[in-house]
């Protein structure tokens, strides 16, 4: 079956400190894979994609993600936390294929103390 | 350009009552999606659109509905509300075809409590 895993269902950090958060999957053929960040009462917004090409793939506000073939993992990184980055984040996966197969993980709230 | 736009942003019903939400984009995507987000679930699929006038069913499509008669709207009905399908809809839309990365763009939800 496909899916996508976020194994922490929150990351606390000290701002200033880098930070990770995890995401694996299990889709066949190459995935689009993708990361977005919801803030409070607000929807979904696009910070990144690895589609192919170079492995560590950056984007909006300074996040970067390093995709891992071998691992089947796409974990979203940044060298030094800001308590702004307090937002719930989510990874997704897209089936090249298909319109519809856009599977997304369970999210991972990240909170940044001062 | 506002993006997506979604109404109304806030809906209280009863057992049983009607109501349709709608989607705009002004992007001229092609694509378009409506999703449930309900707290530990993630986003689940409920319908989606490749096009002007074709819907496709997503993964949680039973109680609803869809129309997309125009390209940039797309509607979500629900015929007879019941208390399971509280929650926040979000709608999305993304670019299609070759070379396209397909990554997509959300309005900013749709809170619906069912009574």
């Known amino acids: 079956a496909q899916s996508v895993a976020q194994p922490e269902d929150q990351v606390n950090v000290a701002e200033g400190n880098p930070l990770t958060v995890k995401c694996t999957y299990s889709v066949s053929g190459n995935p689009y894979l993708f990361w977005y960040v919801q803030y409070p009462n607000r929807g979904l917004q696009f910070l990144l994609k690895y589609i192919t090409g170079d492995n560590l793939v950056k984007g909006s506000y300074g996040f970067e993600a390093e995709f891992n073939k071998s691992q089947t993992s796409f974990h979203l990184k940044k060298p030094s936390a800001l308590v702004s980055d307090s937002a719930l984040y989510f990874c997704?996966?897209?089936?090249?294929?298909?319109?519809?197969?856009?599977?997304f993980g369970s999210g991972t709230r990240l909170s940044i103390r001062p | 350009n506002a993006g997506v736009t979604q109404t109304p942003k806030f809906r209280v019903l009863k057992t049983g009552q009607s109501m349709t939400l709608l989607c705009a984009q002004d992007?001229?995507?092609?694509?378009m999606y409506w999703y449930r987000q309900d707290p530990g679930m993630g986003l689940r699929l409920i319908h989606y659109s490749v096009g002007e006038g074709t819907t496709a069913k997503g993964e949680v499509p039973d109680g609803y509905n869809v129309s997309r008669l125009k390209k940039q709207n797309f509607l979500l009905g629900l015929e007879s509300a019941a208390p399971s399908q509280t929650s926040v809809y979000f709608c999305?839309?993304?670019?299609?075809?070759?070379?396209?990365?397909?990554?997509?763009?959300f309005g900013p939800g749709t809170r619906l409590t069912v009574t």
């Open positions: 999305a839309s993304s670019y299609s075809g070759t070379g396209r990365s397909y990554e997509q763009y």
């Open positions: 997704a996966v897209r089936v090249p294929s298909s319109a519809s197969k856009i599977i």
């Open positions: 992007m001229n995507h092609e694509y």
